[in-house]
């Protein structure tokens, strides 16, 4: 199993809603990331969690909230978030955090959109 | 800081060659990646290359790296209309903590 999966695959929701984004991988890895993409954007590096724990936050706003129950989940709590906040968001794992092949495997995202 | 140029477009006709083109600014990095997105999915790792080579071959892939230009290019042979995607150029910023994309270059496959 190489795969990563996120859900839900499409998520609307108002400022005054709370929501999460899930991420699951069953292949052991160890560490686990969370990235935003806009349109036409790169990729950017919002979290990253090693070994069950927030190693990296990339001065994110609080209404953006991280979890790591176990080795195998991740889940991305939002709250009063913002139009500007839709995007495509996307879940990676690596076996060790940016070990040094650097592969990273992606979720296909969840695209959100805040009205 | 760390910053990574590509060109945006590329068109090129089936069963041409495509070069995708990228300039790191990180003399320091000790891996350069590609990675690959198709409409509506995540990245997928295509290939990397290590500092220390110049040129890694992986079947259709081609990957040159000019460190003294700080410049890495993608060749694919014989580009098939499934090669549509954006590609991004990655390396690993100084603290080795995060992978730094440069903005995708769309490569648009016509038959």
């Known amino acids: 199993d190489t795969e990563v999966t996120q859900t839900p695959k499409h998520l609307v929701m108002g400022m005054t809603n709370k929501k999460s984004l899930k991420c699951e991988q069953h292949?052991?890895?160890?560490?686990m990331y969370w990235y935003k993409q806009k349109a036409k954007k790169p990729p950017e590096l919002m979290f990253v969690?090693?070994?069950?724990?927030?190693?990296i936050n990339e001065s994110v706003p609080s209404r953006f909230s991280p979890e790591c129950p176990n080795s195998s989940l991740l889940n991305l709590h939002l709250h009063a978030l913002q139009p500007e906040d839709s995007a495509l968001y996307l879940c990676?794992?690596?076996?060790?955090?940016?070990?040094?092949?650097?592969?990273?495997?992606f979720g296909e995202g969840s695209r959100l959109t805040v009205l | 800081g760390e910053d990574v140029e590509q060109s945006l477009f590329l068109s090129v006709r089936e069963g041409d060659s495509s070069v995708i083109n990228c300039t790191y600014t990180?003399?320091?990095?000790?891996?350069l990646y590609w990675y690959k997105q198709e409409p509506g999915a995540g990245l997928q790792l295509l290939t990397y290359?290590?500092?220390?080579?110049d040129m890694k071959q992986d079947q259709r892939l081609t990957v040159l790296l000019n460190k003294k230009d700080k410049h890495l290019s993608l060749r694919i042979a014989d580009t098939q209309t499934g090669d549509s995607a954006i590609y991004f150029c990655?390396?690993?910023?100084?603290?080795?903590?995060?992978?730094?994309f440069g903005k995708g270059t769309t490569l648009s496959v016509s038959s």
């Open positions: 990676a794992s690596s076996q060790a955090p940016f070990s040094t092949s650097g592969e990273l495997f």
């Open positions: 292949m052991g890895h160890r560490a």
């Open positions: 969690y090693s070994y069950e724990k927030l190693s």
């Open positions: 990180d003399s320091s990095s000790t891996y």
């Open positions: 290359i290590f500092s220390n080579m």
């Open positions: 990655a390396e690993l910023n100084q603290a080795g903590t995060a992978l730094i």
